[in-house]
């Protein structure tokens, strides 16, 4: 099996940030061109059989765009959501930093340890993911699948395919429509060949 992993494109709350997590965000202008050239890649470079989405409208609008592009449909699946941010979803870093000094810090320098006021901790995250990933191997074994999700949840996926602890977690980078290539064994061996490229947006104003 083989996952085209991506994150969705661009919307508001990326730049400048906010912990948008469960909110309902269109993509932007620059953010479709980003689904458009994503999609252009993908269906260029691989042959995917279904597109799997977050059930967070970004997410199926990026996943639209591919799987129009490559004749293939679309299934939305819970468990690959954005991470629950409680009491600080939408809130931007500057404000988390005021209200909740104690806790930006430990998200910051110890996300194992952070469980957000009335939201998720990271081992609830991958938790849902691995059984997630669980349930996309069983019905699509053998296959290629695009799975458009979020910078969390990429995250953490990428930390449970490279063999590292939650602790890891800032050290990986997850661009808006970046690809991600993992595959799957039998026996539910990942190997992570390509990670966070944007070589298909480098040339995107252009392209337009």
Not at 16 to 28: D, H, I, S, V
Not at 49 to 77: F, H, I, L, N, Y
Not at 171 to 199: H, K, S, W, Y
Request: with cysteine; proline share 5%; glycine share 6%.
């Amino acid at each position: 099996m083989q996952i085209i992993l991506t994150r969705h494109g661009q919307v508001e709350g990326i730049d400048p940030p906010r912990f948008r997590g469960r909110m309902e965000l269109e993509l932007t202008p620059v953010g479709r061109q980003q689904a458009v050239a994503l999609a252009k890649a993908v269906a260029r470079q691989f042959q995917p059989d279904v597109v799997v989405t977050s059930p967070r409208k970004r997410c199926q609008a990026t996943g639209r765009e591919v799987a129009q592009e490559c004749g293939v449909r679309t299934q939305v699946q819970e468990g690959f959501d954005d991470f629950d941010y409680g009491q600080w979803q939408w809130k931007t870093h500057a404000e988390v930093e005021a209200e909740f000094p104690a806790e930006s810090e430990r998200w910051q320098r110890a996300p194992q340890w952070m469980q957000f006021p009335e939201g998720e901790s990271l081992q609830a995250v991958a938790l849902r993911t691995t059984d997630a990933l669980r349930a996309l191997f069983a019905r699509h074994k053998g296959q290629t699948v695009v799975l458009v999700a979020h910078d969390s949840v990429n995250r953490v996926i990428l930390t449970q395919a490279l063999d590292l602890p939650l602790s890891a977690y800032w050290r990986i980078q997850q661009e808006p429509c970046c690809i991600n290539l993992l595959t799957f064994d039998g026996d539910m061996q990942m190997r992570v060949l390509r990670l966070n490229d944007i070589a298909h947006l480098h040339d995107l104003n252009r392209d337009q």
